[in-house]
Every structure is written in C-alpha cells, then in structure tokens.
C-alpha cells in the first residue's frame, strides 16, 4: 500500500484527492494536513465523508509527515509548497504539488505572473511536469512532480497533436476558457458567493490569468517553437468542469483527415483521452466526476481555421485525478488504479 | 458474474444502473434495453459512456433476456413491468422492478392513485419490497423484487425507528419532500425545461402525489397500525437528491434520548444509513452520487413535535443504487459491492 | 418628491431598495450609506447601476441624514437601527426598519431568540409592523415602521384569514419553509460560497430560526390567541424567491368554500396578493423580481389537514418592496406606486 | 396609445415582449396571438401575468390583426412571418418581426444558412434591419423592421466602432459567444431539459449555426468590406444573458486611447450601451432584464490583439426590448420609453 499525505485536506482539489484515494486499492491516507482545522475531524469539515474518515485534520509538518508516507500531496496556495519543500524531504518521500510553485521553468517568467518571490528555484529544474500522457517516463523516476494546472490540462491536451504534426500557425492561437466555480477554491470572496455566481457568466483575468505562462510553455515544447496565445477564462454557474475552445489558422492543405489521425497518432491508445465521433461536441457533463478529458474539433473551411473544444472536470484531470495518475505512474502501479470512475450523469 | 440485463436504459434511472453496475466487480451488463432507441450505440444516447460501453441498444424482449442473464432491472414507466412479467421469466431469472408496479399490496390502491388497471396482480403478493434495511431476509430468496420509489425510500427510512418504537403519534405525520429534477424522468414536458425550474420552487402533487400510499403502507407495518400522512413533493432547482423533512408529534415523555436510541438501535450497523451528530443537519450534496441516507431530527420543546430530516440521492438510494443492493442481497454477495462510492462533493 | 436615505445601501436588499426607488416616480434617493465603502462610487460596488446612478457611498450619519430626508430605510443588521435611533431623528423624517430591531413587542423575547439587548426599548411600543395588508391604518400614522421579515411575510399572509375566520387548530400550524440564497445576505460565509449551496438543499435553524416568534406574534394577533408554530427554513440554490408550505388542521366541517371565501374576503381587493385558481400552485418563479404574493391552499380529505402554499420574492414583497409600499401609504400617495413590476419569467 | 399585437405570445420573447409593453405608458397590448393556446387564458400559459392580464389566446391572423392594431409583432419561429405577410398588411399597420425571416438582404444566403425556401422575399429589400444604435434613421420610416437577433446584436454592437474607424483587420475576428438557455426557446428537446443544461456547459453550431451570415453582414457594412468571422456559441445553464467574447488583431499602433475613443464617439450618447471602465468586464447579471449592453475590451500588448467583451440579456436588448425600442422609434415617441428598467441584481 503507498501511504499518502494530504497538505490542504480542507480545499476542493484536497477534498477531491481524498475521495479519489478512499477508492484507490493500493494507497491509503495516513494525513489530512489541514492547518486551518487543527485537530477538528476532517469529516465535519467536509462531511461527504462522515463515518468514512475518522481521522482529524493535522498541521502542515512536512519533515514529520515525510517520514511518514511515501508520497505528499499539497493542494495548497501559490507559495506554499516551495517554501517548504528540501532535500531531506524529497531523499524520504515524494512530492506531487497541485500548486504552481514547480510548473514553469524559468523563474522570473513565475515570478512575473504571479507576483511571488519562489522561494526554492534550486527545485524547479528537477521537478517533472506532471502531464501523464505527455511526460509519462518524465513522470516515473520523479521525486517531485509539479502536477499541471486545470486550464493548462485542457488546453494543453486539446492542442498538442496539432502543434507536433506541425497542423497549424504557431501564432495564431487563442484559447477561450470557461470554468466551474470549484476552480476558484473555497476562500472566502465576495465574488464567490452564489448570488454573484449563480445566472452569471463573466471573463476575468483577461490577458492576464496565470496559467497563460504555464500554456505557453508546454505549447511551446510541443511546437518545439516560442508560442504566445490568447487565453480568457470565464465563470460559469456550475460546480465543476472546464471547457476550453481554442481557435487556430490551418496551415495550408490541412484537412479533417490529417487533423483526425493527429490525434489518433497521440491519444489512440490513452484511456483517459477520448477523441470524440465527427460533429459530437464535448460537454463537461460528460466527464463529470471522472478522469476523461472529451476532445473534438472542427474545421472551418471558410476562415481556414479549425476550433478545438476540449471538457474535462477541473477537480479530477484538472487537479486531484491526474495527481493520482501521476502517483501511479511514480509508484509503478497500473495507471488507471483508481480512477476509472464512470462520469456521472446527470 | 451475476449477468444483468436493464430494461429502460437511455432513462435517467436506467444510466445511473449502467453506472453503477459497470464499477460492480461481480455484475457485467449483458443487454442495454431501449424501446426508444433500438440499434444505436448506447454511448451515443449517455455520451458519458463513450469509449466504455460499446453495446447498442436492444428490444424490451423480456422472454429473450430471461435466458440470457441472472437478473433484469426494469427501470421504466409505471404499467410496463406488469404487463411483461411472467411465471416463465420468473423462472429463469430474478427481476427487480424500478417501477410502482408491485410496491403496493393492495392492488385497488395501485389502481385508484395510478390510474391504471394492473395487468398482473397475481404476482402482487410474491413481490417483496426491496427496502433492504427493512426487509432484507425476504430480499434474499426473492423472485421479483419492488424496487422502492424515491421519495417513500428516503421517508421511510428516517420515521421508520419512531414507528418501531412507538415514540410519535401515528396520526400526526406530516412529510415535507423536496427533490432535484432528475426524479422527474427524461420525458419530453414543458414543465421539465431548463428555464422553467431553474431558479425556481414549487409544490406539486399536492394531497395526490403516488408515493403516498406507498409511504402510508410501509408506516403502517412499521407502526403496526394504519398510518395516514400529508405528504407534499416539491421540485427543486438541482440534479439530483431527495431531503425530506418530515413532523410528528411525540409520545408524551419522549426525549432527546429516547429518539436517538431508536435511530441507533435499528441503524447502527447499518453501512449506508448514517445518523448525523446532534445539530448536524443533513444536506443533499453530501450524499450525492453516492449511496447513502443522511438521517437526523430535532425536538421542539415548545410544540412537543419532533423533525426529522432525510437527505439521499434520488438516483443512487432512490433507484439504481438501491437496486444494485438488493441485487447484491438476493445474489449473496457482500451487500455493499460495487456501492461503496464517497459522495461528491462540491 | 419624498426624499430618501439608505443606510446599508450595499447590502442585497439596499441594492433592491434602490433599483426599485429609481423606478418610482415620486420619490428621489438622497443617501446611499455603506459604512463599508465609504467614498467608493455605489455603482462600482453593484455595477448593474452603473451610469444610472453617479453618487457615492456615504457613512452611516443618521442624525445628518435625518435633515436631509423624508425617510430613512435601514437595512443594516439586527442591533444597528434601533443603537442609532432617536427622538430627535424620528422628529425630523420617517424611518423604516428593515431589520428585526422592532419587530417584536416583547423585548425579552427579541432578545432571547435574537441573542442581543435592545439598546432603544422604548421605541418598540410605537414601531407599527409594516405588514401592509393588515396593519395599513397604523402605518399611515407611523413614524417608525418596523417592516416585516421575508419569511414572517409570506407565512403571515398566506395564513391569516384562516385564523382570523377560525377555520384551523390554532395549535396545528407547522410551516416548511424554502429561501432562495439572497435571503442570507452578501456576508462572507464559507455556507454562502457557490460551491456550497448549489445542487444542495438543507433545512436550517430548525427549531430556533429567529423569525420564528415574529411569525408567532402576528398568527397570534390574527387568531385572537396564543399560536405555537413550528418553523423550518431551508435553503434553496436559487437567487430569489421564498416558498412557504403550512399544514393546519381543520376546524370541523370546514369546507373549500369556506376557506375560499376567507381569502376572498380579506384579499379580494389587494393588488399584490393573488389567490390562484383551484389546483394551480404557487411558484417562486412567476413573482420574481414583483411585489405580488401568490397564495393557493389544497383540502387533503384524508387527514382533514389544509396544505397553504405562499410563493413571493423575498427582496420585494420580503423586504424593500414591502418597504416601499409602506412609505407609499406613510407619504399618502398611491400604494402601488412603483411596485407594479410584472414577474420576470424567465 | 399605440395599439399592439403579439403573435407568438406564449414563447419566451413573446412574453417578454408582454412584460414590457405591459409597462409602456404609450401602448397596449391588444392581441395574444399563440396558435397552440387559442382560448385559452393567457395567464394560465404565463402565470406571472395572473390578475395582470385577462385576455385569452387568440388565432394568427394577420390580416384581422392588421385592422386593429398599429403595429404587429412576431415572435415566431423562422420562415412563419415571411409566409403571412403581405402589402395588405404593412399597409395598414407596421411589423417587428423577431425572427430571421428579413435579417439577411441575400435570400440565397437565408435560403442556404436556414434551409428553408423563402416566401417572400420581395419585402427583403424594404425590411430594416432594426439595431436601433447604428440604423435609427432608417427604422423611423420602416414598415417591415427585422429586429436583429440576440447574438448579432451583442456581437455587431461591441465590434462596430472597430470596424467603423478600421482599427483592427477584418480578417480576424473570432467570436466566441455563450447564452442562456432561454435563448433556445420553449420548444420540447431533450437537450433543453433542466437535467441536460444544469450543471453543463458544451459549444453547439460550432462554424454553422444561423446567426454567422446575419453578423458577418452586418460587420461587413461597417468596414466597408466583406467581412468573414468564426462564430462559436455555448449554452450556459442560466436563465439569461449573453455573453460575447471577441477577438481580433488591432491594426499597427492602434492602443488604448484610439479604441477608446471609437467606443466614445459612437456610444457616448447611447442610453441602452454602457463602456465600462478601464478593467472592468461585463457580467450578464449586471444586466438582466434590462435593455443595456455592458461593453468592454482589454488589449493584450504580448499578442497585439484586442479582446472585446459584450454582454446583454438575451431576451430584452437580444429581442423584446430591442423591438420595443425599434417601436418607440417608427412611431415617434422617446427612444427609451417603457425601457429604463434598472438590471435586477441578484
């Protein structure tokens, strides 16, 4: 059994890692870090998982909790995990960060963006970027995975075939992003109350959103080219769920054929990655509460560009699920253990 | 592996019974029925099983499908199981009924409140209500098991101790229902349009709903005496879950501890009954998608009248989950295989 | 023109006094308080007036705001209206309390259900409840309106002729309450986040909900004698809106038509509550955004018990087009003015 | 008074076009016309109108119609006004016509895009195309107004200065646009049942749906050129609103200050289209039920693209109130009459 440590049990991605791995066969969890909830049971925090976990939330202590499981999740804020992580700790246990602390490689570009000194940037180089049906031998060998981000997950996967077989223009990319409310985590803000969220949709961090780097770069490796988009997010009234629809210029001669096997070329033989039927669009619903990632796509032969919609649920292959799918891949166990929940619908 | 067939399947009932029996490691579904849907791949009438289920959709042919498997689910419409059920199918394979047809013993009570005239009331008296907590020794030798209704699960289960016990007054039970739209059917009605529950509440059925004489039915065995309620369904603006909130007044001297003692000594064993904590009251989004029946209630000092209230999902407790138990029961296996899903939560 | 101040002008139901004064034609706002953002322009906090109102947000200065001013709304929590009120203030203009502050005769029980002591007692006997329908008269005269809460609304209302015409059990009245999330206010809750009430539904302050005695109170008056009730919100995921389902018992052979008749006589000639037609049954949904209150009743034969469904909006007729309909009948002119909004539906 | 009559009343922009007129003070809705409910009650069809209106339903005829009322609108699904008009008719009153019938100038693009044979395409030529901002003049005169559709009026409305002072390439315009689902109409689908759009959200159309050539033609009148867009619409479970979110690359040294001043020399004297400030987005809510745009645009300096924002409720700027500002204007009256609604929040 891998023992498993939660850092940010009380948050939805944390909540969501715990359901996952109650249901995992091969891991269970020896701590609900949670520094909020100091010795409160964890079920009266979130109590889904009343008489299921009796356990209560305890502090953040990494050295002692290293000691104690083979693998660490923190599913905490942006500069935290950094500013914990250390050698000793890496040399006992492994790490999978849900936050952004290890996902861009150059410093100063996370330093920018998110308006963070890092606090350990000896780490990043040899932190893995946790997108399993990317860098899955990456994955395998990794003390320290940086575990993608939701939007970067969709976005990324929906992209990549493309970009590798060389289909479209590298800058003419522009990613139209929307979101279920659970992405916005469970701080307290006026602007995440349901009034304000409920019969409403807006954009926000227009230009500016942080995972625009983190887009950028993992496009960037896949074009093997510098590759600047345009990303806009929007909220949307719902729990969970992302749908990204991105727009793209066809390089000259590229149609639905050369399109199509791209993505069978990649994602044929990957369980969570369904390449939707010809004219079947993705829908969150549909991957509600499971690890699949919906992606289809479609030409328009009267601007020559070609729009690509990919769905997934933002708190499983969009954080919790594929941290799990990262610790299998770690831990040498089948990669789908655990994770093969059906989407429920609806 | 118990070999399952499901009449009904492109219904809401139906996809959750497919749902569920596809993690169930000892079931495997051998005929997806659909009337409505006849040859085409089941995955594209629930695009949430696409790439997991292959099969198409086949005719509703009982006789056929009573060779072919162990045991068939009818999730569909009130009338139709009886008037396909026969001593022949019994014979060759169980039957669990989703729908009203056999819940009721007497069958001029069916009649009057359904409005239908029933097809085979011979089979009444074998059928045994599958209230697994209740009834779960005549489950298990069952041929035909009454699968019971949503509302009448949920409302049962949280009187049902007080009854036993003869803490309330049996003339005095009010029950105050609420439920998410997904217990209304996949039928095609104006009232069921996004933009007409959305955003709001209402009553429905009131003084007439069906589940009626079911409820007063199992009170009455409970009570060991007749029971009649004010029962009073509303629809509420959500997927899925049933809360019922439910009054009675309280046996002169009955107390706090009285009641609890009640709930525990019936309940306290039971894996998928879970009594909440004095003042934790409970919530349909902390059992969805899951199988569990949250109960808990509160004395009012000053009416002498006790509130009980019950939150399960209408799909899972309240159908197929339900079902799958009482499956689970007559094929004697572990009764909670394949069920032990933690609700999902946000 | 009467003049008009808000003191908690960013609150939901400041934002719904505002937009509903806006569209009055004989009156004028003056002051928009908001102690929490003082000197920000209103617009920017509820952006829906944007362009329509210029003005900023200004301090809570009531004794300033009293010269300026024919009427003062307050819709501040419980405890701030009656710290700031004074004789020299109600000299000056006409305040309408939108809180609980004096609402309730007996001050021991405010301040026991409510948890505070009343600062200003001494105005309680003069404060008239603004319930318009029934206390028109007194409100006339009033220089300090204690205007109804939401729940005691639509309870009060939906009841009262049947008490008044002693057609029900004084002591059978159980009342199961359903309120959209703005009831709760825009106070940062971890309870209020989207993710938290959306596809949920719960039943809250069971027992000890605060608008309990004030709905005590106002039965009471209308029976002529003391009423017990129990009293059991719940919290719907839905913006606006409040459902009041109520249970009585029958007086003996009291019939559909005696109770028709009792709300006929009371109500036939009010222009905001509509009795429905026989069988049609209130929802949220078609007084949204209006004043009106819909009312219908059912008979359950069975139980001789009366079933009384009452469906408002809890930010107009709940509270500040209650509030408003006051100061039109406290001013003199046409009570409807500026409440005659059709429901918004969809 | 102006006299009018609705034909398709008991759709939602029919009814809607109800609630508005309703609270016009120069006109009065003589005609419910609604095929489906001849005789009966209006009200019982929209319960929101209960003791506001007592008319019942009444047949389509236009020719009788005609006689007694100024001006006729049609609510009605596409290819219906364009089979009952005639010059009888526009001879003796005036028609708002809400459907796509006389949008498109080029019947062969109608005919291709809506796959329906035109009737009468004679009176294409003479219909105006009612987006009362940019074509006011035309529409003082028209007989025959097409009011524009929901998506073409937030999208031609947010890009028009843009095109109009040629500061971005009319080559690059991707919209990419979501809408509540009362934009789909009250037609029976499955896929506009509340379980199927609640807690979901999917692109559909993608690259064909209708609105495409009725924008394109409008954005081509305002660069003067022909003008070819990707168009993607999303269906947001939410009663209302729309929300449109534009891209396109801004023409060589175009920045802040230029586009900014396109918007004020356009828009600055608009009522009904709202520029935010600077960083502010629009947010549908903030505009429900009200007949503003909310307009913004943010330039991303890395990608030298502009991001413009639009968002209005689909069925009052989108439809109804759209209409009834096209009605103020051919009959004389101030533009805004009946149509100053501040948007309802929450």
């Keep these: 059994m891998i023992k498993a440590g939660i850092i940010g049990a009380t948050g939805y991605a944390g909540g969501e890692l715990a359901r996952l791995l109650l249901g995992h066969k091969e891991a269970e969890i020896k701590w609900y870090g949670s520094k909020s909830y100091i010795d409160r049971k964890y079920s009266e925090i979130f109590q889904n998982f009343f008489e299921i976990v009796q356990d209560p939330c305890l502090d953040d202590n990494l050295e002692e909790l290293s000691e104690a499981v083979d693998v660490i999740f923190t599913a905490t804020p942006q500069g935290y995990c950094s500013s914990l992580i250390s050698s000793s700790i890496l040399s006992k246990c492994r790490v999978i960060d849900l936050s952004a602390d290890f996902r861009i490689k150059d410093v100063k570009v996370y330093e920018e963006w998110y308006g963070l000194q890092h606090k350990n940037p000896d780490f990043i180089e040899e932190a893995v970027y946790g997108l ?3 860098n899955r031998q990456s994955v395998k060998n990794a003390r320290l995975v940086a575990n993608p981000g939701c ?3 969709c976005t990324t996967l929906s992209i990549y075939p493309l970009l590798r077989e ?10 139209d992003a929307k979101s279920g409310a659970s992405g916005a985590g469970r701080g307290l803000k006026t602007d995440h109350l349901f009034c304000e969220i409920n019969e409403n949709i807006k954009a ?4 500016d959103h942080r995972h625009t780097p983190e887009i950028e770069e993992q496009l960037s ?5 510098s590759v600047l988009i345009n990303f806009t997010p929007h909220l949307v009234p719902m729990n ?3 749908l990204t629809t991105s727009y793209a210029s066809l390089k000259k001669g590229v149609g639905y054929h050369e399109v199509r096997n791209a993505y069978e070329k990649y994602y044929k033989d990957e369980t969570f990655i369904r390449i939707l039927e010809n004219d079947v669009f993705p829908q969150t619903k549909w991957v509600e ?3 699949y990632v919906d992606i289809n796509f479609k030409i328009d032969q009267r601007t020559n560009r070609i729009i690509i919609m990919g769905a997934m649920d933002n708190l499983v292959k969009g954080a919790a699920g594929q941290a799990v799918q990262n610790m299998n891949i770690m831990f040498g166990i089948k990669e789908e253990t655990g994770l093969l929940q059906t989407p429920m619908f609806p």
């Design 166 to 175: 060389n289909l479209v223009d590298v800058n003419s990319i522009i990613v």
């Design 240 to 242: 969970r769920g992302i």
């Design 221 to 225: 490796y896949a074009a093997d080219a």
């Design 204 to 207: 926000y961090g227009v230009t």
């Design 151 to 153: 939007y970067p997950t």
């Design 289 to 291: 509460g499971s690890n």
């Design 132 to 134: 399993c049906e990317i």
